[in-house]
């Protein structure tokens, strides 16, 4: 199956950015485009919620609590998915996940994949 492992997290002042990767291991490249992948995100005591999302003709959608300050991408050849973080809030502080919908072929149609590969999780603090 599909491993991922994020990278790029860690802490910030409000106001700055920062970029997370997620870097698929197991998967040829042209096996990897055909996901829909998305970041979710988790603080202690909620529920993961979807931040972002990219389908595999590259359709991407947001949580509202991002849009204009996220940028999901993906790089195929690469194998790697992005999360593009700028204009920074405390409320953006949470651990961060990467996810691959275990279906091949299966669009997103804007909405989040739910039966996932998942990464191991990144930590994103950004303080006031």
């Known amino acids: 199956q599909v491993q991922l492992v994020e990278s790029g997290g860690g802490s910030v002042q409000a106001g700055g950015s920062l970029r997370l990767s997620c870097a698929a291991s197991r998967v040829p490249r042209y096996i990897y485009s055909g996901y829909c992948m998305a970041w979710f995100r988790q603080v202690p005591g909620n529920e993961r919620e979807g931040v972002a999302v990219i389908d595999i003709d590259g359709r991407t959608s947001y949580a509202d609590s991002v849009k204009g300050r996220f940028t999901i991408s993906k790089d195929n050849d690469k194998t790697t998915l992005y999360l593009q973080m700028n204009s920074l809030k405390p409320e953006d502080t949470a651990m961060y996940y990467c996810?691959?919908?275990?279906?091949?072929?299966?669009?997103?149609?804007?909405?989040?994949?739910?039966?996932?590969?998942w990464g191991q999780g990144i930590q994103v603090t950004v303080s006031s």
């Open positions: 996810a691959a919908d275990r279906r091949l072929g299966i669009p997103c149609k804007g909405g989040y994949p739910s039966d996932n590969n």
